[in-house]
């Protein structure tokens, strides 16, 4: 069994919306810190939002204010990543990361936006492309 699995990932028109899940093993989703990242080709891997699974804590970067959201649903042990009035920009593959954290650790992962050094858990990627 793999440790984080991500879907939802598609090809869509500008202005469309997707839901990334990542599915999280019940080892890793207890306390910790996950994160989604993205990449393309040539360029460095950025973390983009975070969300610590104990409950109240969130990061997300001020690019994607108003247009995108983390949640998760601890039942299912999966963090999402919801992404409105996508652009051409947000093509990519996206990663869900986590890291074994409580509370304030986290944060200040969060603080330090999300630095891909601090993760030790990684997805294999689910491929987002928005066309124009």
């Known amino acids: 069994l793999e440790d984080l699995v991500e879907s939802g990932g598609d090809s869509v028109q500008a202005g469309g919306s997707l839901r990334l899940s990542c599915a999280a093993s019940e080892d890793i989703y207890k306390t910790a810190c996950m994160a989604w990242f993205r990449q393309t080709p040539g360029k460095e891997r950025e973390g983009i939002a975070g969300?610590?699974?104990?409950?109240?804590?969130?990061y997300l970067s001020d690019r994607l204010e108003g247009r995108f959201a983390i949640s998760t649903d601890s039942g299912k042990k999966t963090i999402y990543l919801q992404m409105n009035n996508l652009k051409s920009e947000d093509s990519a593959m996206y990663y869900c990361?986590?890291?074994?954290?409580?509370?304030?650790?986290?944060?200040?992962?969060?603080?330090?936006?999300?630095?891909?050094?601090?993760?030790?858990?990684w997805g294999q990627g689910t491929q987002v492309t928005v066309s124009s």
């Open positions: 990361a986590a890291v074994k954290r409580d509370r304030f650790p986290c944060i200040m992962i969060f603080q330090r936006g999300v630095p891909r050094g601090d993760f030790h858990y």
């Open positions: 969300i610590w699974t104990g409950g109240g804590s969130t």
